[in-house]
């Protein structure tokens, strides 16, 4: 918010704090289902499919993280618009969520000291690349035609 003050052409800018109240609790079930889907799929990797390369299963690791940058960007660019740095705050919180909760639970297999070392950059990784998903998302959103935007209201409706 820009307020001037009694000096002419000077501008005073009032800063706000960031409500993390309001991010997490549009980022919350999002974050939580790719963090259990995750979860499962690591154990179930680990547990019964001991072949499987590890690169394939971070891979797919990384589809559910996508997948879940995409739709908490798509969540903001349906609820408010064009706000992409809205969409990066709510990305960057989502990934600092998901990368540190994630390589935080890579230490029950034992300690290593590259896993200390992975805490800080998985999690740095993780935060931008949902920060900058989350960007993107809403900022194409907000290019779309109208009548692509509304194409879910069409179909509820019956019409085409």
Do not use: C
């Amino acid at each position: 918010m820009l307020q001037y003050s009694r000096m002419e052409g000077t501008r005073k800018t009032n800063w706000e704090p960031i409500n993390f109240v309001f991010y997490l609790s549009f980022i919350k079930w999002p974050v939580i289902a790719a963090i259990a889907v995750e979860i499962v799929l690591r154990l179930l990797t680990a547990n019964f499919l001991p072949d499987l390369s590890l690169d394939r299963v971070d891979l797919y690791m990384w589809l559910v993280r996508l997948i879940a940058f995409v739709f908490i960007g798509w969540k903001i660019g349906k609820t408010y618009g064009e706000v992409p740095p809205m969409g990066a705050i709510a990305g960057a919180i989502g990934g600092l969520s998901i990368g540190l909760i994630i390589s935080l639970f890579r230490f029950f297999s034992g300690f290593h000291t590259w896993k200390i070392f992975n805490v800080i950059t998985e999690t740095t990784i993780t935060i931008l690349v949902g920060g900058l998903l989350a960007f993107l998302v809403v900022y194409i959103w907000d290019m779309l035609p109208e009548s692509i935007k509304n194409y879910e209201l069409r179909i509820r409706k019956g019409n085409s």
